[in-house]
């Protein structure tokens, strides 16, 4: 027998005090638990929730939006930036053209990316309650490790329509088949002495940009 | 280099005995538990709808295990479509040889690992050094404890027993022989730590051709993974590799994709008490030019359907490892998580270890005595599994035997009546009673609620102790009679 076949065994002979007709497609689950916590201003709640957690938070209309990318690169004093392929061209149409732009590319390999200072993106949704932006890999995100290696991230969610109140609200709107990065804040630890330090491996500073249409 | 082992460990009197007489562990244990604590209840108090959330939370696991089995093929069959590859293994020996011939057959004699209680569990990283494969830790606290030749003793902080200066040194003097040393003159400064962790594990990221990980759900309906953390290490090992092999035990699978709005709100605040935990991953098999070409998923056994197959232990399989239970724990708070002899330590590790294992070492029939039933790991425990209820029902195992599964086959236990495994037993009782946090907390047992399991109490356990040699419950308070059997030093608890 094969181990598949034994582990499976030993499961349903565990199970034996469950009547075979138990059907659990059948029973709706009792989910009592709120569907969205009802906040007042979504995109307030996300702002605060993120600046929580140490994300700094802009605001921006379009017209302000390449000034402030470029602002925000310059500060960092970046060199160079990685561009998905859908990312609108007019996000950073001022920056200089000194900073490198280096396309987001299959044949790139991790060190390559770890000579790139930072990163501009879209995202998929972001959830208020929780302070968080989900990335999917969508055009204007790219595949997962230009969001990681390079240690600084720009994130431009469009408000409201990207934001939702909740998880489950989140949860609905992405497709499971998508590689999907969920991003609360820059990474953190609390490994030593529970002092809670930012910055260990992802990007050490995360900018969301929230855009007003 | 492979760290510790906890074969051989002392049973849990002995090495919480020895844990409680180290001052300096004690007090980053306590100091460690109670900032937790507190945040944790803060987090919890956000969601006005947060004992909904735990009932189905409870819910879902509990009808998951129901019907483990279709699940489990479910699962298969989705990460298969997606292009996974389903590897299943009975026991530790076999999901230890599963992973080590994987690794092998891509050529490598390196892979990085994210912090996974599975493997610990397994002893991966031991056998993969057998087999002349160097398993790099890349959380940071893994990484304090791999080069310090050590064992983890929290879930989610498994360096709590180190403090800052110990870090530095170990850094110092071991981070070479791994790889790119630690920088001249690096600080005890946390965030100079951090600093020092990332430019050491950054190398080994770039470089690293297979990933292994845990995961912390599985999703049946869609084959999706999910893994939550803090660091970015495991966005590191999920997404650069070209192989990742991840490493899970059978009872992660959740139903429905749904499912996740559940454990997403109760996980990161049972157990960082944060809203969110800086990083979730999700991945469904593999995506063409996106993160590694190549996934396994080994399924692991190893004790899980022994586990299943006793009615009432069968909700230790509920657990989504948040730790809250040890944060609250007045036995671990004293003894430390390396008294429990395995990689699950705290109330959670006294009714996981026994069951996994079977109760017939000296150490695991005295672990369910490692308690005080105060019933506070019940109380915060976002999946309400009744660890009380578990511990009686394991004293009772242990005292009088009866039928329990042990490796898939149904075997009567006989009762350690007269044994060392009584004696131990009777030990871990008498000092979870001899330690007056343990008792301080013991006071909150009228006034808690039990919404969600049937009490059975008192049980045989209880039963047995008035019959046998421990010492009563004094009618004075715990600390006058601690004060006057212990002297004046032994308010501290020693
Ligand atoms: S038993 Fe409950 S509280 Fe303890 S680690 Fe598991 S889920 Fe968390």
Redesign the pocket.
């Given at each position: 027998m094969n181990a598949r076949e034994v582990v499976l065994g030993r499961v349903r002979r565990a199970l034996a005090d469950v009547p075979r007709e138990e059907d659990p497609e059948r029973e709706p689950l009792e989910r009592g638990y709120l569907d969205s916590h009802q906040p007042a201003d979504a995109v307030g709640l996300l702002a605060e929730n993120l600046a929580d957690y140490r994300a700094l938070v802009h605001r921006s209309t379009p017209e302000e939006l390449p000034g402030l990318v470029a602002r925000l690169l310059a500060e960092r004093g970046a060199a160079s930036v990685v561009v998905p392929a859908g990312l609108p061209p007019e996000w950073l149409a001022e920056v200089p053209r000194e900073v490198r732009r280096v396309p987001d590319e299959a044949a790139d390999t991790a060190r390559r990316l770890d000579g790139v200072d930072s990163v501009v993106t879209g995202c998929a949704v972001a959830i208020a309650e929780t302070g968080t932006v989900v990335l999917d890999a969508g055009p204007d995100q790219g595949r997962r490790r230009i969001t990681l290696v390079p240690d600084h991230h720009v994130c431009v969610v469009v408000v409201p329509d990207q934001v939702v109140d909740s998880v489950p609200q989140g949860l609905r709107r992405l497709d499971p088949a998508r590689p999907l990065t969920w991003i609360s804040g820059p990474s953190a630890t609390s490994d030593i002495e529970l002092d809670r330090v930012e910055g260990v491996h992802g990007p050490r500073r995360l900018d969301v940009v929230l855009l007003e249409e | 280099m492979s760290g510790g082992t906890y074969l051989g460990m002392p049973a849990f009197p002995r090495a919480a005995e020895a844990a409680t007489r180290d001052e300096r562990l004690r007090a980053n244990l306590t100091h460690a538990t109670h900032t937790i604590r507190d945040k944790r209840a803060r987090a919890v108090a956000e969601l006005p709808d947060w004992a909904e959330l735990r009932a189905a939370g409870a819910a879902i696991k509990d009808r998951t295990l129901r019907h483990l089995d279709s699940y489990l093929e479910r699962l298969e069959a989705a990460v298969t479509a997606a292009g996974g590859q389903v590897h299943w293994a009975a026991d530790a020996a076999q999901a230890n040889e599963i992973v080590t011939r994987l690794v092998l057959q891509t050529g490598e004699r390196e892979v990085v690992k994210v912090k996974s209680m599975a493997t610990q569990e397994l002893g991966l990283n031991a056998a993969l050094e057998r087999a002349g494969v160097r398993a790099f830790e890349t959380d940071l606290a893994e990484l304090i404890v791999q080069l310090g030749d050590d064992l983890p003793s929290h879930?989610l902080v498994p360096a709590i027993h180190r403090n800052r200066r110990e870090i530095r040194d170990i850094f110092t003097e071991r981070m070479g022989e791994w790889g790119r040393p630690a920088p001249e003159g690096l600080t005890d400064e946390p965030a100079d730590l951090a600093e020092a962790a990332r430019l050491h594990l950054r190398q080994k990221f770039l470089d690293a051709k297979v990933g292994i990980s845990g995961a912390n759900f599985m999703v049946a309906e869609t084959g999706t993974m999910v893994v939550v953390e803090s660091e970015g290490n495991g966005r590191m090992c999920l997404t650069l590799p070209e192989t990742l092999i991840s490493v899970v035990g059978i009872e992660k699978v959740v139903p429905t994709w749904r499912d996740l709005e559940v454990f997403l709100q109760l996980l990161p605040r049972?157990?960082t008490a944060e809203r969110m935990n800086p990083y979730t991953s999700m991945w469904t098999g593999t995506s063409d030019g996106d993160g590694p070409s190549t996934f396994h998923l080994v399924l692991v056994d190893n004790g899980r359907t022994d586990t299943l197959a006793d009615e009432v232990g069968r909700q230790?399989l509920?657990?989504?490892?948040?730790?809250?239970?040890?944060n609250v724990c007045p036995v671990y708070e004293r003894a430390g998580g390396h008294a429990y002899g395995s990689a699950y330590p705290?109330?959670?590790g006294a009714?996981?270890t026994p069951q996994l294992r079977g109760v017939d070492t000296v150490l695991d029939a005295s672990l369910p005595y490692a308690s005080s039933l105060c019933g506070a790991?019940y109380e915060?425990?976002?999946?309400?599994?009744d660890?009380p209820e578990v511990l009686v029902r394991l004293r009772e195992r242990v005292v009088e035997g009866g039928e329990a599964t042990v490796r898939g086959s149904r075997v009567r236990i006989r009762p350690a009546r007269g044994h060392a495994a009584e004696r131990a037993a009777m030990r871990a009782a008498r000092w979870a009673l001899d330690h007056p946090g343990a008792l301080r907390a013991g006071q909150r047992v009228a006034g808690r609620m039990r919404r969600l399991q049937p009490r059975r109490l008192p049980g045989p356990g209880a039963a047995w102790s008035r019959t046998r040699d421990m010492p009563p419950l004094p009618p004075e308070s715990f600390r006058s009679w601690w004060r006057r059997t212990r002297g004046e030093s032994g308010e501290a608890g020693r």
């Open positions: - | 879930i049972s157990s230790a509920r657990c989504i490892r948040c730790s809250a239970c040890l705290g109330p959670i009714i996981l790991c915060v425990c976002p999946v309400a599994i660890i």
